[in-house]
């Protein structure tokens, strides 16, 4: 038996916690390839979900924010979350930039082009709303998630540099001497 192709639409508001199982799997993937990120460990699921679910109410408030969803019999099998703000002050990327927030695949399609597909819907809509540049934040760890993007044309651009505000001793010891 072949299996069903799935339905790529937009999301409704109202439909917001039918993404929870998605970030969760994401959550539980980022757990695995980064279980201490920059010293920071992984939240609970409970944890994760209402700060994710909190950060998604805020940015739909926006009109030109999007999520489209892959469906498959009624099933949300994978997702992309994209705000649009004003572009680069230094550089030159149109009058406003997109941000793609978050892209999941169920865990059990991962790999079969659904990520591809999803990614190709975002880039038709931003392209069809005269939006020139996408940028994509990836933990460090997540070599596979970068591999992607850079296949579908995307290429390193920022680096982010995360720590405590107050190093501990031992992280202390580890600092170069302001004279050096």
């Not at 920071?40 to 940015?59: A, D, I, L, N, V």
């Not at 651009?157 to 107050?166: C, D, E, K, R, S």
Request: aromatic share 6%; glycine share 8%; hydrophobic share 40%.
């Amino acid at each position: 038996m072949i299996a069903p192709k799935e339905t790529i639409r937009e999301l409704r508001p109202e439909e917001l916690d039918r993404l929870e199982p998605l970030w969760l799997a994401l959550q539980d993937h980022h757990g695995r390839i980064s279980p201490r990120l920059a010293g920071m460990t992984k939240r609970t699921p409970e944890q994760s979900w209402t700060r994710r679910r909190s950060k998604y109410q805020g940015w739909f408030g926006d009109a030109d924010t999007f999520v489209l969803v892959a469906e498959r019999e009624d099933e949300l099998v994978g997702y992309a979350f994209v705000t649009i703000g004003p572009g680069y002050a230094s550089w030159d990327c149109g009058d406003r930039l997109a941000e793609l927030e978050t892209l999941s695949v169920a865990p059990g399609l991962r790999g079969l082009g659904l990520g591809s597909r999803l990614l190709g819907a975002v880039r038709q809509r931003l392209a069809a709303e005269a939006i020139k540049h996408l940028v994509v934040t990836s933990a460090v760890t997540n070599v596979d998630a970068h591999s992607f993007y850079e296949r579908h044309g995307l290429v390193r651009a920022h680096v982010i540099l995360a720590g405590p505000t107050t190093p501990a001793e031992d992280q202390r010891a580890h600092q170069i001497p302001p004279d050096a």
